[in-house]
């Protein structure tokens, strides 16, 4: 019985330790955006700000890597002017309508496998008429749909399961009926 139970105490501890691993290990995210009249922009990497900020730019499209060779562990949904809710695209695929001329107006982004296991991902949008939104979480949407503004940048950040984050206010606004979103 005392064996069974060392056994199994291992076990617990070993599969406990590979958790706590994989949630503190940093996760190299890049992600960059097709901006107005500025095309695709350089990549940036985790906590930082992709698109513009007081230039009156929409934000058209977005495309979304983690650095550490893995395709399947994130995915993003783009919210589009005409368009509406696309559909979710993985890791390496262009969400939105680079070059169109249609504005990104909201997104949702979430982890999956075992990415999701252990992290969360945090991300807000900076929105026309209304500057910076609050933080939307795993798959939550971010930015408006149906007041037609323009996404302007956006801000994403990946950190260990249960980490207390400010999420400092309302991360999204929808148009119902004939009033438009107060931001």
């Known amino acids: 019985m005392k064996k069974l139970f060392s056994i199994m105490l291992a076990g617990i501890l070993i599969l406990y330790a590979q958790v706590t691993l994989a949630a503190t290990r940093t996760v190299y995210l890049n ?27 929409r934000m058209e499209a977005l495309l979304i890597n ?20 696309q559909g979710w695209k993985n890791s390496g695929s262009v969400a939105g309508t680079a070059g169109k001329n249609k504005r990104m107006e909201a997104v949702r982004i979430r ?47 990946v950190v260990p399961k249960g980490t207390k984050v400010d999420r400092g206010g309302q991360a999204y606004f929808e148009k119902k009926g004939s009033s438009v979103p107060t931001i």
């Not at 009249?37 to 698109?51: I, L, P």
């Not at 983690?66 to 809710?85: E, P």
């Open 111 to 157: 982890l999956v496998g075992e990415y999701a296991k252990v992290l969360d991902i945090y991300y807000r949008a900076h929105v026309q008429n209304g500057g910076w939104l609050g933080w939307a979480a795993n798959g939550e949407p971010a930015g408006t749909a149906g007041a037609s503004l323009r996404m302007e940048a956006l801000q994403i950040q």
């Open 31 to 57: 992600y960059q955006a097709y901006v107005q009249g500025v095309g695709w922009q350089k990549a940036v990497g985790n906590g930082k700000v992709v698109g513009t900020v007081g230039q009156g730019k």
């Open 66 to 85: 983690f650095m550490d060779g893995t395709t399947n562990m994130i995915q993003y949904n783009a919210h589009i002017q005409d368009i509406g809710w």
